[in-house]
């Protein structure tokens, strides 16, 4: 069964530094998402990405974040400048066109120092 | 997106019925009820969905009442692996809008051999 993937499954990194999040979307969705959730809360709502551009972003999506997808196949999350509160689960997820269900990879957690 | 209220923790013996309640009475019209489960902080994972009418898959079933303001999953014989965190969304099903997910507390379950 077609599945996301996402790499590396766990980030340590140092504030200030750069990191990016990797995500391996089944291939023929079309949608593409990114959630986090920090030890013991919700999962959080960040973005939404079709046809190469932002649909919906939250408000925790500040300059900070930046989505691509750089090739037919990744979907990636970039963290310019981690801060300690970006610690958390991120979870990627796609759905499909014209079916509304999304499907979650099994997330990276970032540790920030 | 209406609001759901879900209690926070219920407990299940393994192979019983699990009867997970969930109260969306500001429903309106065109918004579905889709169920998400969340395994020990991996992705949360698509359960069921609907919109009026019960439905069933190879999970578990959606009860839906007839005025739409509550629902019940039901997991029809529950093993210990459906110990998990049960999240009930309700959202307009959108073929091309591909709209975020809002994640509430859940309804953690836990089954006891």
């Known amino acids: 069964e077609p599945e996301v993937t996402q790499t590396p499954s766990h980030q340590v990194t140092q504030m200030g530094q750069e990191v990016i999040l990797r995500c391996v979307p089944i291939s023929n969705h079309l949608y593409f998402y990114w959630y986090r959730q920090i030890l013991g809360q919700k999962v959080e709502f960040l973005v939404s990405?079709?046809?190469?551009?932002?649909?919906?972003k939250s408000e925790i999506f500040d300059d900070q974040f930046s989505v691509e997808r750089p090739d037919g196949s990744n979907f990636t999350l970039k963290i310019r400048s981690t801060k300690l509160e970006d610690s958390a689960m991120y979870f990627c997820?796609?759905?499909?066109?014209?079916?509304?269900?999304?499907?979650f990879g099994p997330g990276t957690r970032l540790t920030v120092l | 997106d209406a609001k759901t209220t879900q209690p926070p923790s219920m407990d299940c013996a393994e192979g019983r019925a699990a009867n997970l309640p969930c109260n969306h009475s500001t429903i309106s019209g065109n918004e579905y009820v889709y169920w998400y489960r969340q395994i020990h902080s991996q992705g949360p994972q698509y359960i069921i969905h609907g919109l009026k009418n019960n439905e069933t898959n190879e999970m578990a079933s959606l009860i839906i009442t007839e005025d739409r303001k509550s629902s019940t999953l039901i997991l029809p014989h529950a093993t210990l692996r459906d110990t998990a965190v049960y999240y009930c969304i309700v959202r307009v099903k959108g073929y091309n809008q591909g709209g975020k997910l809002i994640f509430g507390q859940g309804t953690e379950l836990s089954v006891k051999p």
């Open positions: 990405f079709y046809n190469n551009e932002i649909s919906e």
């Open positions: 997820a796609s759905s499909e066109q014209y079916k509304d269900t999304q499907y």
